[in-house]
């Protein structure tokens, strides 16, 4: 977490980039909402270009640069916890997410505590894996920019 951290202090930029499109995403969602869990596609698959990203930026942060060398390790745990993180996190505020149900039962409505356990398991699963493939991603795309062909794998 502490080099995630630094990984944002050192790229400002890029980061405040991402909470804008995250702030937009989330945005979108009301926007097209239907009421229960969000079934439209295009809905879904915005909603998992999040942790893509996330894994993506953290696997191009940590490149190699020439005052420090990076294993693909650090890249690949990194983009897989940011991937998780930004997944979690949209659950947690988008509509339809956590503290929308908690919202809802304190207005009285049934609690859908076991849905929404659910629905954060799947989206932890599924922001791990985009993570790993957004920071997969940014390596093979690092070693295509640098020598203008992939190299092989220290």
């Given at each position: 977490?502490?080099?995630l951290?630094?990984?944002?202090?050192?790229?400002?930029?890029?980061?405040v980039?991402?909470?804008?499109?995250?702030?937009?995403?989330?945005?979108?969602?009301?926007?097209?909402?239907?009421g229960?869990?969000?079934t439209?596609?295009?809905?879904?698959a915005?909603?998992?270009?999040?942790?893509?990203i996330?894994g993506?930026?953290?696997?191009?942060?940590r490149?190699?640069t020439?005052?420090?060398?990076s294993?693909?390790?650090d890249?690949?745990?990194?983009?897989m916890?940011?991937?998780?993180?930004?997944?979690?996190?949209?659950l947690?505020?988008?509509k339809?997410?956590?503290?929308?149900?908690v919202?809802?039962?304190?207005?009285?409505?049934?609690?859908?505590?076991?849905e929404?356990?659910?629905?954060?398991?799947v989206?932890?699963?599924?922001?791990?894996?985009?993570?790993?493939?957004?920071?997969?991603?940014?390596?093979?795309m690092?070693r295509?920019?640098?020598?203008?062909?992939?190299?092989?794998?220290?």
């Amino acid at each position: 977490m502490r080099k995630l951290w630094r990984d944002i202090q050192a790229h400002k930029r890029a980061a405040v980039l991402f909470l804008v499109y995250w702030l937009a995403t989330l945005a979108v969602v009301p926007i097209t909402w239907a009421g229960g869990a969000p079934t439209d596609v295009p809905l879904v698959a915005l909603l998992m270009t999040i942790p893509l990203i996330a894994g993506a930026l953290v696997g191009r942060w940590r490149a190699s640069t020439p005052e420090r060398v990076s294993r693909s390790r650090d890249r690949i745990t990194g983009g897989m916890l940011a991937g998780v993180l930004s997944a979690e996190i949209t659950l947690l505020v988008m509509k339809g997410g956590a503290v929308d149900e908690v919202i809802g039962w304190i207005h009285g409505h049934k609690f859908q505590g076991d849905e929404v356990l659910g629905f954060s398991i799947v989206t932890g699963v599924f922001g791990v894996l985009l993570g790993l493939v957004g920071a997969v991603l940014a390596i093979v795309m690092g070693r295509f920019r640098r020598h203008g062909r992939p190299i092989p794998s220290t």
